[in-house]
C-alpha cells in the first residue's frame, strides 16, 4: 500500500515544515519576495510536504477529518504544474518579522 513506513512520511513533513519556518526566520514579506533562493526552497519543501500528505491521505483524513489536507495537496499540485501563476502571497502560511 506505502512506498515507504508511515513514519517516514510524517518525518517528512515535519521536518520540511521546519526547515520553511527556518528558511524564513528573520525575514520579512518583501525581504522573502526578494530572495529568490529562499522562495525556491520554500516552493521545493512546500512539495515535499504535498507528495507526503498525498501519501498518508487517507490515514489523514480519517484521523483528522476537518483538517484541509485535500487543500494542502492541490497546493502541491498546483505549484508543481502552475509554477508560473504562483502569488507570494500563497506561501505565507508562517509569521515574518515585522518591520
Do not use: Q
Amino acid at each position: 500500500m506505502y512506498n515507504r513506513d508511515i513514519n517516514l512520511y510524517i518525518n517528512d513533513i515535519i521536518d520540511s515544515a521546519n526547515a520553511i519556518k527556518d528558511f524564513v526566520n528573520n525575514m520579512d514579506y518583501e525581504d522573502f519576495c526578494n530572495d529568490r533562493k529562499t522562495f525556491s526552497a520554500t516552493i521545493r519543501e512546500y512539495i515535499v510536504i504535498g507528495e507526503a500528505i498525498s501519501s498518508l491521505m487517507e490515514i489523514l483524513e480519517k484521523k483528522f477529518p476537518k483538517y484541509p489536507w485535500r487543500m494542502i495537496k492541490d497546493f502541491r499540485n498546483f505549484i508543481v504544474h502552475e509554477y508560473f501563476g504562483i502569488d507570494k502571497k500563497n506561501c505565507l502560511g508562517f509569521n515574518f518579522k515585522r518591520t
